[in-house]
C-alpha cells in the first residue's frame, strides 16, 4: 500500500503523515470553497510511494493510519508488487471496510502509468492484463471506496517488468520528443473513461504544459490519452484497445485516422465532419467510423459511398447571384424575388444531381440536413443606418426616422430570410433544416455578462430579431417569439468560433476578448441558452453547433494570420466532449480550404485531439443511448463572468448514474483544481484535475 494517509491537526504548523497517540489535538478538517461536507481521505504527495513508515526513537512500535473521519470508511488497495508483461493481474480491495459495517462501493481508476482495461472497476476485485513496457514501469491504481456519503481512496502501485523480447528496441524517450501521458480506463460502458488535456505534445500553438494525472474521485475514471472498446456499438475491427496510444501527429498535411479504434455515438447525435479530406484518401471516409455520423466534405468517391442519413448539405452564399442584387450589399429592398428563385433552383438541381433521389426529382438533394449559410445583413443600429443611402432603398423607407428605418430593415431583413427557408421546404425537403449562425440568440462574447442568465433565458429583448414575428404590425413584434423564420426551421445552429483567443494570450483574464480561460463558458452559453429557447416553446428543434478548429481573427491581427493558427490541444478536445453536456444534439466541425481539401502548411493534429474527445465520449454511450437529462451546477453566464472552472453532469435514464464532464480552462500547467460533485444537494464525491485536464467520470446517485 503506496502513500500514507493524513490528518491535519490544529496544534502542529505542518501535515502530520502518521499519527501515533496524540492527545490534546482536535483534527481540523480540509477547508473547502464550495461545500462543507466530508471529503475523501487526501492523499500525501511529500513521501514516495514506495517508501515505508519506519519507526523513530522515541515513537510507538505501531503505526496507526487513521481515516480523517472517525466514521469515514477504510480503503484497503493491498501492497504493492511486480509483475512482467503480458501477466494477468487481480486487485483485491476486499479488505477495505467501514467502521460501522455500512455497505461500500468500490471504484477502481488509474493514478498514472501505461494504459490498461479495468475490468470490474465498480467491484472489489479489479482484472487487467499487464501492458508490454519496453522498460520497468510502475503502474499506480487507486482504489476509492464510498458509503454513500464519505468516500475514501488508497493507491497501489504495480511495477511492472518488460519481457525479453519486448525490450529489443532501445526507444526511450528524449527531451523534445515528450508524449502525451496516457491512462486507463475500464472495458464496461456504464463505469468507463478517462479524462484528458494535458497540452504537452509538439503541436503549433498548443500551448504546451507538463504531463499531469489523477483525481480525487469515486465511481469511475479519470485522465486520458487512453482507451478501449467499451463503445455499445460496432467497435470491431481497427486497433486494439489495451494497445491504443493517442499521439498527436507533427508532420503537416496528415490526420491520423489509423490509430483509433472504430467508435461511433448514439445515433441521436448527428456529428458532422466538414474537416480537411485528403486525395488519394480510402473509399469510404475514415470520419463515419470514427465518432462522426455524416460528411459535409469529403472526395467524390466517399461521398458517393454515403447514405442519405451521412449526408449533411452547406448552401453557401444564399444571397449571391449571378447579377448581384441589393441583398449581397445587405440591404433588403429592390431584390428580384423571381430571379433569385430562379438561380435558387439552378443551384440545387446541382445539389439533386449530386446527391440524387430514388425517383431522380429534378431539384431534391438526398441529404439529411441542410443548413443556410447568408450572411448578409447588419446588426448594430449604427451599420443598418448605413444602408440608408444605399439607391435601392426606396424613397418612402429612406425618410423614415431612424428608429423606424432600423425596424422598417429588420423586418423587411427577416422576411427574405424566411422565404429561403421556404423555397427548400417547398421543394419537399423534410428533413432538419436552418440558418447558419442565427439562432434564437446570436453569438456573443462582450455581452454575456451584461445580464442575468434569467434575464437571457427569458426576456423577449435578447432574441435575434430574425427569430421574432416581423408580421405583428406595432413595435411589440420585437417581444414576439418565435417569428415565421424560426417556424420556417427545424434546427438551429450557433456559431461558437473561438474568434477572440489566440495562441500569445495570457494564461488567464477572466471574461476578455483575449483570455485564454473563456472558451469553454463561452461556447456552452451560445449551446445552453438557445436550447432553453427552443425548450421555452415546447420545440425539439435540435441544437447543432458550429466549431472550428483555428482562432478566427476579429478585427485587426497584425501581421500575422492568426485565422490559420490551431486553437490549442485542450481546447479541442473540450470541445468535442461539452457540447452534449450543454443540451446540444450534435457538432458541425467545419473548415475551408479556398476549394481545396486540405492545406499543405497545416498541422491537423487539433482534428486529432477532437476525434479523440469524441472516442472518450463514446465509452459512456449506455448512458447517452438512453433517455438522460442534464444536470448543470451553475450557468454557463456566472462560470464565464466568474472565470469559473466548469463541470456539467447527465443524468441516467434510470437515475442511478451521473456522469460529469469537468475542466479548467484557466488553470496553468501543473495547477489543481478540485470539483466538488454536489447533485441537488448532496455530494457524490469530488474530482481533482491538474493543468488543462478534462476529466469524465462517473457517480452513483444514491
Known amino acids: 500500500m503506496s502513500g500514507w494517509k493524513i490528518r491535519r491537526l490544529s496544534c502542529v504548523p505542518f501535515t502530520i503523515f502518521a499519527v501515533l497517540v496524540w492527545s490534546g489535538c482536535q483534527s481540523e478538517p480540509p477547508q473547502h470553497e464550495e461545500s462543507e461536507a466530508p471529503t475523501a481521505v487526501q492523499q500525501s504527495t511529500d513521501v514516495p510511494p514506495d517508501t515505508e513508515p519506519v519507526a523513530t526513537p522515541g515513537s510507538a512500535a505501531e503505526v496507526t493510519i487513521e481515516p480523517a473521519d472517525p466514521l469515514a470508511p477504510v480503503a484497503l488497495a493491498g501492497d504493492d508488487f511486480q509483475v512482467y508483461a503480458k501477466e494477468q493481474v487481480t486487485l483485491d480491495g476486499s479488505g477495505s471496510y467501514h467502521p460501522l459495517g455500512k455497505q461500500l462501493s468500490y471504484s477502481w481508476s ?38 454513500g456519503q464519505l468516500v475514501d481512496d488508497d493507491e497501489i502501485n504495480i511495477v511492472i517488468m518488460p519481457l525479453v523480447s519486448d525490450n529489443d528496441d532501445d526507444s526511450s524517450t528524449t527531451p523534445g520528443d515528450q508524449q502525451p501521458p496516457v491512462d486507463i480506463f475500464p472495458v464496461e460502458n456504464q463505469n468507463s473513461s478517462p479524462t484528458n488535456g494535458n497540452d504537452n505534445s509538439a503541436v503549433p500553438g498548443s500551448g504546451g504544459g507538463p504531463p499531469s494525472s489523477g483525481s480525487d474521485n469515486t465511481n469511475s475514471n479519470l485522465n486520458s490519452n487512453s482507451n478501449d472498446n467499451g463503445n455499445s456499438n460496432d467497435n470491431s475491427g481497427g486497433t486494439d484497445p489495451e494497445a491504443f496510444v493517442f499521439q498527436p501527429s507533427t508532420a503537416n498535411n496528415v490526420l491520423n485516422w489509423e490509430q483509433f479504434p472504430e467508435f461511433h455515438l448514439p445515433a441521436k447525435f448527428r456529428v458532422i465532419w466538414g474537416g480537411p479530406f485528403f486525395d488519394g484518401a480510402d473509399a469510404v471516409a475514415p470520419a463515419l467510423s470514427h465518432g462522426f455520423s455524416h460528411l459535409a466534405s469529403a472526395t467524390s468517391q466517399q461521398l458517393a459511398n454515403t447514405t442519405p442519413q451521412q449526408r449533411a448539405l452547406m448552401w453557401y452564399s444564399v444571397s449571391v447571384t449571378p447579377n448581384p442584387q441589393p441583398w449581397l450589399d445587405r440591404v433588403p429592398w429592390g431584390n428580384d424575388l423571381a430571379y433569385y428563385e430562379t438561380q435558387w433552383l439552378n443551384k440545387f438541381a446541382a445539389f439533386a444531381d449530386k446527391y440524387p433521389t430514388a425517383d431522380d426529382d429534378p431539384y431534391l438533394p438526398n441529404v439529411d440536413l441542410i443548413c443556410l449559410d447568408v450572411e448578409s445583413h447588419y446588426i448594430s443600429d449604427a451599420d443598418i443606418l448605413s444602408t440608408r443611402n444605399h439607391p435601392a432603398v426606396p424613397p418612402e423607407i429612406k425618410a423614415l426616422p431612424n428608429a423606424e428605418y432600423i425596424d422598417a430593415y429588420k423586418r423587411a431583413m427577416a422576411e427574405l430570410h424566411t422565404m429561403a427557408h421556404e423555397f427548400v421546404i417547398e421543394l419537399g425537403f423534410s428533413g432538419p433544416l436552418g440558418i447558419y449562425g442565427e439562432p434564437p440568440v446570436r453569438r456573443t462574447v462582450s455581452a454575456i455578462p451584461q445580464k442575468s442568465w434569467l434575464e437571457w433565458t427569458t426576456q423577449p429583448l435578447v432574441l435575434n430579431f430574425m427569430s421574432k414575428d416581423y408580421t405583428v404590425p406595432d413595435s411589440s413584434w420585437l417581444s414576439t417569439f418565435p417569428g415565421p423564420m424560426y417556424e420556417a426551421t427545424s434546427g438551429q445552429f450557433p456559431s461558437t468560433y473561438y474568434f477572440y483567443e489566440y495562441p500569445e494570450s495570457p494564461a488567464a483574464n477572466p471574461g476578455a476578448w483575449s483570455g485564454a480561460g473563456g472558451f469553454l463558458s463561452y461556447m456552452l452559453f451560445n449551446i445552453e441558452v438557445n436550447d432553453a429557447w427552443v425548450k421555452s416553446i415546447a420545440d425539439d428543434d435540435p441544437v447543432i453547433v458550429f466549431q472550428w478548429m483555428r482562432f478566427h481573427c476579429n478585427g485587426p491581427c497584425g501581421d500575422e494570420p492568426k485565422d490559420l493558427q490551431p486553437i490549442r490541444p485542450h481546447m479541442a478536445e473540450a470541445s468535442a466532449i461539452f457540447p452534449i453536456f450543454g443540451g446540444a444534439k450534435g457538432m458541425w466541425l467545419w473548415d475551408y480550404y479556398g476549394g481545396q481539401g486540405s492545406d499543405p502548411n497545416m498541422n491537423f493534429a487539433m482534428y486529432e485531439y477532437y476525434v479523440y474527445g469524441l472516442y472518450r465520449l463514446s465509452q459512456y454511450n449506455d448512458i447517452l443511448e438512453g433517455d438522460y437529462t442534464l444536470y448543470r451546477p451553475a450557468n454557463a453566464r456566472d462560470t464565464y463572468t466568474n472565470s469559473a472552472p466548469v463541470w456539467r453532469g447527465i443524468v441516467s435514464e434510470d437515475g442511478h448514474t451521473l456522469l460529469v464532464a469537468a475542466h479548467d480552462p484557466y488553470a496553468v500547467p501543473g495547477e489543481v483544481t478540485q470539483y466538488t460533485i454536489d447533485y441537488n444537494g448532496q455530494v457524490l464525491g469530488t474530482i481533482t484535475t491538474t493543468g488543462w485536464e478534462i476529466a469524465l467520470q462517473t457517480f452513483t446517485i444514491p
Open 110 to 147: 488509474k493514478k498514472s502509468g501505461p494504459v490498461v482495461a479495468l475490468v470490474g472497476s465498480q467491484t472489489a476485485e479489479v482484472h487487467f492484463t499487464a501492458p508490454a513496457v519496453q522498460k520497468k514501469t510502475t503502474l499506480v491504481v487507486r482504489l476509492q471506496v464510498s458509503d
